[in-house]
Each structure stands twice: as C-alpha cells, then as structure tokens.
C-alpha cells in the first residue's frame, strides 16, 4: 500500500509542540519526508493498522488533522517534482 499522508498539528503551546515532534517521529519510522509535514509511505496492511493506532493515539482529536491519501499504482507513478530535487524514494525509511 502506498499512501501520501499530511498533517497540521495545532502549536500554541508546549504540548502542542510534544504532539508535533511525536507525529512527526512516528511519521519518520513509516515514511520518507518529502516537505515538513508530508510523507510518502509504502508499507503493508498491518503495518497502515500499527501506524494509524499510534497517530490516534497521540493527537489531540479536537485541534489537530492527518489527512492520508492513497495512491493507486503507487507514489512513484503519480508523482512529478518541480524545483529542489527530493532526493530518491526506497521501500522503506532509511536508518542511520
């Protein structure tokens, strides 16, 4: 499954700031960041099950969005860059 996920966690305070590093660390263990709070992802059904259970459990469901889009066919196929190069996409996130 390959899927564009977006956030938009509300920072008004200092736990709003918690919450954004969190969403953005587990986002990073899925997915490649392509802008700050974009990541394209490849991962397996259950995976997506794992990834979307810890995101719910770490927004604040009443001020903050993720938004996941889905890509049939894959990111790759449908997707065209313009400007700064993104580097390349893997099968999964690099650790180093």
Do not use: N
Request: net charge positive; hydrophobic share 35%; with cysteine.
């Amino acid at each position: 499954m390959e899927l564009i996920l977006v956030y938009d966690i509300a920072t008004p305070d200092r736990q709003g700031e918690q919450r954004l590093r969190r969403v953005a660390k587990i986002c990073e263990s899925y997915g490649l960041r392509v802008q700050r709070s974009v990541f394209e992802c490849k991962i397996t059904e259950a995976a997506y099950e794992q990834f979307m259970h810890q995101l719910r459990t770490v927004i604040d469901h009443t001020t903050d969005r993720v938004t996941i889009y889905t890509i049939p066919g894959g990111v790759g196929s449908k997707r065209q860059d313009l400007g700064k190069e993104a580097g390349f996409y893997t099968d999964r996130p690099w650790i180093l």
